[in-house]
């Protein structure tokens, strides 16, 4: 992982496969991520694309499926317009979920590399930790 590292984690009452299930099926997605419509195929190396609304604008973040190992690891490279920056490799950033069981739960876990600092990795890890509890609300 490049920079610095922003990191969320959850554990979630459910087995990893229902844990892999919302965060990969489109209509689940659509509901725990307030709305977001995600398109892939889920194949190394196709696109994926996430678009809906944020604050009264519309956006379409895109990346690419970096890994795709069900139910432990999936892992897509990300990158939002709504930052104002350029559309080049070097401000894309790369997220990887992590699922492990243990006892019956699912520990969920989150990296985002490619943060400028300690403040923004910061904040990008509460974002994330907002998104995985609304996860794990979804779920439970």
Known sequence: MRGKVATAEVDVDAAPGRVWQALTDTAEVKEWMAGT???TDWQVGSLITWSGQYDGNSYQDKGEVVAYDEPRE???????PLTGQEDVPENYHTLVYTLKEE?????????QDNCADE???????ENWQQMLDGIKAHIE
Do not use: I, P, W, Y
Request: a positive charge.
């Open 119 to 125: 403040d923004e990795a910061e904040k990008f890890s």
């Open 74 to 80: 999936l892992s897509v490279t990300h990158f939002s």
């Open 37 to 39: 419509t995600l398109k």
């Open 103 to 111: 006892s019956g739960r699912t520990q969920l876990r989150l990296s």
